[in-house]
C-alpha cells in the first residue's frame, strides 16, 4: 500500500526556535492534512491542504501542498511549550473513500 | 464548531464482557470513522460509514461490531476481546463525504484484562 515517510522522527528544541517537518510518498495525493497530538487525547486537524503548490498558514503553523502531490511539510515558528507533542501528516487520494494514510509522526520535545 | 464527542473516556473489560463506545457528532458530517490506535504509532482505521451505510471494513475481527444509529451516532459494540486489543479508540468525522478532512474525538481508553 502507499507509505508516507515522515521525518524527522524526533526533534528537541529550545523554546523560540524554528520547527520544520516534512512527509513525502512515492503516490500523488489529493489531500494533504497536518494534526497534532497531545498524550491520551485524539489527534487535532492543524491545517488542510487541498491544491497542488497551496501554501496554508495557522497562526505560527505554515503548511504548504507540495508541487508534485507527492510531499507536503509543515512550519512551526517561534515554538513554545505547548507546541509539544507528536505531529502526524497524512493523505488521501481520490479512490482512498476515506482511508486517510497516516506517517510515523514526528515527536516534538521543547525545552525552556 | 468541530467537536466530536466520545464516551467513555476510560474502560476496563474483561475477556467475556460486552460494551459499547459512543460517538457524536452535530455538524452535519455525513462520513464517520473508527479508528484503533497504539501508543506512539499513528491511527489504524477500522470502519467507514458514508451517509450511515458502512463503506469500509478493513478486516476487523468480528468481535468489533460498528453501528449507525443515525447520521449523528456511530456506535462500537465490543465482545470478546483480547488483551491485546487495549488501545485508544478514535472516532472521527468528515464534512459532506469521505473526501474531504476528517476530525477526530477524545477517544476511548480501553483496557481489556
Known amino acids: 500500500g502507499q507509505q508516507l515517510n515522515q521525518s524527522p522522527q524526533s526533534m528537541f528544541i529550545q523554546e523560540g526556535e524554528d520547527v520544520s517537518m516534512n512527509c513525502t510518498s512515492s503516490?500523488?495525493?489529493?489531500?494533504w492534512l497536518w494534526y497534532k497530538q497531545d498524550p491520551g487525547e485524539g489527534p487535532v486537524l492543524l491545517i488542510a491542504?487541498?491544491?497542488?503548490?497551496e501554501l496554508t498558514s495557522n497562526g505560527r503553523l505554515t503548511a504548504q501542498f507540495g508541487i508534485t502531490r507527492k510531499d507536503s511539510f509543515l512550519n512551526i515558528s517561534a515554538s513554545i511549550p505547548s507546541d509539544v507533542g507528536i505531529y502526524f501528516c497524512?493523505?488521501?487520494?481520490?479512490?482512498?473513500?476515506?482511508?486517510?494514510?497516516f506517517g510515523a509522526g514526528t515527536q516534538v520535545v521543547v525545552t525552556p | 464548531d468541530t467537536e466530536v464527542t466520545q464516551t467513555p473516556k476510560h474502560l476496563v473489560m474483561g475477556m467475556t464482557n460486552k460494551k459499547s463506545l459512543k460517538c457524536e457528532q452535530h455538524m452535519g458530517h455525513r462520513a464517520m470513522y473508527w479508528y484503533k490506535q497504539k501508543a506512539k504509532k499513528p491511527p489504524e482505521l477500522m470502519f467507514v460509514y458514508s451517509y450511515e451505510k458502512l463503506s469500509i471494513n478493513e478486516s476487523v475481527p468480528s468481535r468489533f461490531s460498528p453501528e449507525c444509529p443515525n447520521s449523528s451516532l456511530l456506535n462500537l459494540h465490543l465482545h470478546a476481546l483480547q488483551p491485546e486489543d487495549s488501545a485508544l479508540y478514535l472516532c472521527?468525522?468528515?464534512?459532506?463525504?469521505?473526501?474531504?478532512?476528517?476530525?477526530f474525538g477524545p477517544g476511548t481508553r480501553l483496557t481489556v484484562t
Open positions: 472521527a468525522s468528515s464534512p459532506r463525504d469521505t473526501h474531504y478532512e476528517q476530525y
Open positions: 503516490s500523488i495525493f489529493n489531500t
Open positions: 491542504l487541498y491544491k497542488a503548490g
Open positions: 497524512a493523505g488521501l487520494t481520490t479512490d482512498s473513500w476515506g482511508k486517510l494514510q
